[in-house]
């Protein structure tokens, strides 16, 4: 698996003119990475992520995968979104195997019914793995928000995509929730190896789950720093969130970020001094 | 969960089950969409059966109402009674029950599949929405001699014209719950692999359903309303027909008793699809859509 983005550029026609979302941005992914989008709020990090899926139009650039330009989405490429997209008509374990009752995903010809039959058992064990055993039979309503999610990812990784994209999914989620949710991520990424894209604007998340992170600057947005996380993945416990290499790194990427918003920083500082002399 | 690996969170057991019993719960009466106690809605809604009922009575029996506009309810009570003795009340709910249901099934079958397309592509929308919009504002009693023209003066010209009376409206209330169908639910299909049909047929079918099933609910309501009209065309039977011959003779206590008949047929038929419909979708959360 390889995925090269090539001078990736995104602008929007608005009522007020071009609205220049992501400057043209070039990176590449390589096999079982598992890369963060960091950056602040607004700066494109959702509309590369969507750009990638096949969701959005590319304005300019290209993005291949396995050489292939993306034209479109597919399976090959699987989405887990920050709002809760479950079908409320199905019950958990239909959602989970929404996809292997798609005819693109299975064209009938020999072997069908054998790999079909391997993916449903990858459904059991992926919602297992994620403690829905007793929640097979429950509707999405029934659910809590980090339950949820946990459908969500299993829904996407079940048909085993090249790549699988994240953006922000557990951002609606409470800080608790949001730990848990982080450390099986991090195990499942661990052991099913997959690629994962995961777009956030938590520093520490980032740092926690990523082998690779990527820094956006504020819109429009382009990369302004590509790094390597020294951790291994089976480093990644909840204590590695206290380590002093952890916290380093943690301070840097956010000296990072905040560099990119210095000025703003200044303007607030006027006005919130007019703000007290008004009062 | 013993050799796995634990990654299985434990903050989310499954909730325990215990055997039925009271939960002290303090009523809402005033909340936003919250339920009040069921005792306390259907004791509300007898109220307000009586209250009407009262009001009736009570300026019935007063000397500045005529009693031939606004009967007695004890007179219509005895010409229900004199009239349940009578076969033409019986054939004539037959008659227009079987008229109405059939116009009513007859655009619900053609108004599905059109109201998916027409809210599932902005092409179908644009050739049949403006059209429909159009047909929508058209009084339905001016149809009548071109309908009899087209359908003759038989049954099928009755049940069409109720079809008439109901299709237009149905497609573009389809179309609009297709529409409410929230766009994430489409691009995450997109990428699980799902192709247009299948979104069409697999996802916005699926979740507009118990939309779509209220408001066929509507319109069988609206389906009786084209009644009157319907029965306009040559009938000598039918509770549309009757009220109209009744009203040429002024046998107001007669009127009475088939308008309230008609809304307990109403009333019935509302009751029971509202019931199929929390049946057939008990996934959908009703209370906060
Ligand atoms: N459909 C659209 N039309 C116009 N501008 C848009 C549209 N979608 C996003 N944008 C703009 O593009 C920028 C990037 O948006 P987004 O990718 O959602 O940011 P992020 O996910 O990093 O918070 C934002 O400033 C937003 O206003
Ligand atoms: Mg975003």
Not at chain 1, 10 to 28: D, I, L, M, N
Not at chain 1, 151 to 159: G, M, S, Y
Not at chain 2, 1 to 12: D, K, L, R, S, W
Request: proline share 5%; aromatic share 10%.
């Amino acid at each position: 698996m390889k995925l090269q983005v090539q001078d990736l550029e995104k602008a929007y026609a608005t009522r007020k003119g071009v609205v220049q979302a992501v400057c043209p941005t070039s990176f590449e992914v390589g096999d079982g990475e598992f890369v963060s989008l960091v950056g602040p709020s607004g700066c494109g990090k959702s509309t590369t992520l969507y750009m990638l899926s096949g969701l959005e139009e590319v304005t300019g650039g290209r993005i291949l995968l396995d050489g292939k330009e993306v034209r479109g989405p597919g399976a090959d490429r699987g989405m887990v979104f920050q709002n809760y997209t479950l079908f409320p008509w199905l019950t958990v374990l239909e959602n989970v195997q929404f996809s292997l009752g798609l005819k693109a995903n299975f064209r009938p010809g020999e072997q069908t019914t054998a790999e079909i039959m391997r993916l449903v058992g990858r459904s059991y064990f992926l919602l297992d793995l994620m403690g829905l055993h007793d929640f097979y039979d429950a509707y999405p309503r029934e659910l809590s928000g980090g339950m949820k999610q946990r459908v969500a990812i299993a829904r996407a990784l079940v048909n085993q995509p090249k790549i699988l994209l994240m953006d922000e999914p557990f951002g609606a989620l409470d800080a608790q929730t949001r730990e848990e949710m982080q450390e099986m991520l991090a195990l499942l990424s661990q052991y099913e190896k997959t690629t994962i894209i995961f777009v956030t604007h938590d520093v520490e998340e980032a740092i926690f789950l990523s082998s690779r992170i990527l820094v956006f600057s504020s819109r429009p947005g382009r990369i302004i720093s590509d790094i390597a996380v020294p951790f291994g993945r089976d480093e990644r416990t909840l204590n590695l969130k206290v380590e002093p290499e952890f916290m380093r790194m943690k301070r840097e990427i956010m000296t990072l970020l905040h560099g990119s918003q210095n000025n703003k920083a200044e303007d607030r500082k006027t006005l919130l001094e007019k703000l007290v002399q008004k009062a | 969960m013993t050799t796995e690996i634990n990654v299985a969170p434990p903050a989310a057991p499954a909730p325990p089950v215990t055997p039925p019993r009271k939960v002290r719960q303090s009523a809402h009466w005033f909340d936003l969409r919250k339920d009040i106690p069921a005792w306390g809605y259907k004791t509300l809604t007898v109220v307000s059966f009586l209250a009407l009922f009262s009001l009736w009575a009570w300026l019935s029996h007063q000397d500045f109402v005529n009693k031939i506009f606004l009967p007695q309810p004890e007179k219509v009570w005895t010409t229900f009674v004199q009239l349940l003795d009578d076969d033409n009340m019986w054939t004539d709910i037959k008659v227009s029950f079987i008229r109405v249901t059939a116009g009513f099934l007859l655009s619900a079958v053609l108004a599905l599949p059109i109201g998916l397309l027409l809210g599932s592509y902005k092409i179908a929308e644009s050739v049949v929405q403006p059209l429909a919009e159009f047909i929508r504002y058209v009084p339905v009693p001016a149809l009548i001699p071109m309908l009899m023209l087209l359908f003759g003066i038989g049954e099928l010209a009755k049940i069409m014209l109720i079809f008439i009376g109901t299709f237009f409206q149905m497609v573009l209330m389809v179309a609009d719950e297709v529409r409410r169908v929230p766009y994430e639910l489409l691009q995450v299909s997109y990428t699980m692999g799902a192709k247009r049909g299948e979104i069409v047929s697999k996802v916005l079918l699926k979740a507009a359903m118990p939309g779509i099933f209220d408001v066929m609910r509507l319109c069988n309501g609206w389906a009786w309303t084209y009644l009157v009209v319907a029965e306009l065309i040559a009938a000598n039977e039918g509770m549309g027909y009757r009220i109209l011959k009744f009203s040429r003779f002024l046998q107001t206590p007669k009127i009475f008793v088939y308008l309230i008949l008609l809304g307990v047929i109403g009333l019935t038929i509302d009751i029971l699809l509202r019931r199929i419909n929390a049946r057939l979708f008990q996934w959908a959360d009703t209370t906060k859509r």
